[in-house]
């Protein structure tokens, strides 16, 4: 059944659109010439949340995820119904490949504003694509800043999503720090309504052995508590020197609300992923194919053969070979 017809608002295929924009889109994005909106559809702020499509769509979609779903959504109302937030909304992603960072991320740019991935008030920035350069981490340091400011001068409900953080040269971040806290005075600029999204594979290791232990233990995974990972999840990052807080002071001041762990996801996510996508596709469960994708997934660790390796990353794909 197509998430259209549970009453989430259909967007194409899911698995489609985890990358969030094409590399063209992004690079065309990072136009420091043109801060402000032209005149369009879109010239005024386009936030408009849709927080019963938005828990639809995370119940029918995203496999294995009890806190991130919970966490987020949780985190999400609160902010948005403040009417006078003291500070942005900061959280910060965290697990193994393919367990659902930057699909979630696609799904609040799709339920918080009218234009989608594609509004102008979302602005997703790669490591890859605008900071490649180690050796111009100035330059990028005051665009950045210069490219924050501008966009919540131009609407305070902005979505800021920062992709690949454990491959992105420390120090850069640091320019994010006076317009992620409740006591800085950032030009008069109003910018405590805006979302700042971190996402990173750091700390997944760690995520992934909680997991595994629990699993040893019988534990049920729904049992698993943020209390059991934050903990290690921020000591993966300060261990990290390739992470974009490596001795950040945005760690330091403890300017993130919510680290929001990915668990590693088994057999059955996978399989719920094939399903999911198949149904996208228009197409009937067809258990050759699902089977098919199933074998053709490698699991870890090599004795348990219990998480997969690249979560659901490569369903699609797999999927259209099988077909």
């Not at 198949?278 to 998480?307: R, Y």
Request: net charge negative; glycine share 6%; proline share 5%.
């Amino acid at each position: 059944m197509a998430a259209a017809s549970l009453g989430c608002r259909p967007w194409g295929s899911l698995l489609g659109l985890l990358g969030l924009v094409s590399a063209a889109a992004a690079a065309a994005a990072w136009d420091l010439t043109s801060l402000h909106c032209h005149f369009g559809a879109f010239c005024e702020c386009d936030f408009q949340p849709d927080f019963e499509g938005l828990e639809c769509d995370l119940a029918q979609h995203l496999a294995g995820q009890h806190l991130a779903k919970a966490l987020v959504v949780k985190a999400l109302k609160a902010f948005v119904q403040d009417p006078a937030p003291t500070k942005p909304l900061v959280l910060s992603l965290h697990g193994w490949t393919g367990t659902g960072k930057s699909y979630i991320s696609s799904l609040l740019a799709h339920y918080l504003f009218r234009g989608g991935l594609h509004s102008p008030h979302v602005h997703h920035f790669s490591p890859v694509i605008h900071f490649p350069h180690a050796s111009h981490l100035e330059r990028y340091k005051k665009e950045l800043k210069s490219w924050v400011q501008g966009n919540l001068t131009a609407c305070s409900r902005s979505l800021f999503l920062f992709d690949e953080m454990d491959k992105l040269a420390p120090g850069l971040m640091e320019v994010l720090r006076p317009f992620l806290g409740s006591s800085w005075v950032v030009f008069g600029t109003n910018y405590r309504k805006a979302i700042f999204i971190f996402i990173s594979n750091t700390g997944g290791e760690q995520i992934n052995q909680v997991v595994l232990e629990a699993w040893r233990s019988r534990r049920d995974r729904e049992e698993i508590r943020l209390q059991e990972l934050e903990l290690v999840i921020s000591q993966a990052v300060l261990d990290n020197p390739h992470h974009g807080f490596w001795r950040s002071g945005i760690m330091e001041e403890h300017l993130l609300d919510v680290l929001v762990p990915f668990l590693p996801l088994q057999r059955h996510h996978v399989r719920h992923c094939v399903l999911n996508e198949l149904a996208q596709l228009g197409l009937e469960p067809m258990e050759e194919v699902i089977q098919a994708v199933l074998d053709s997934t490698t699991f870890f660790p090599e004795k348990e053969q219990l998480f997969s390796s690249n979560g659901c990353k490569t369903v699609a794909s797999r999927i259209a070979f099988f077909l």
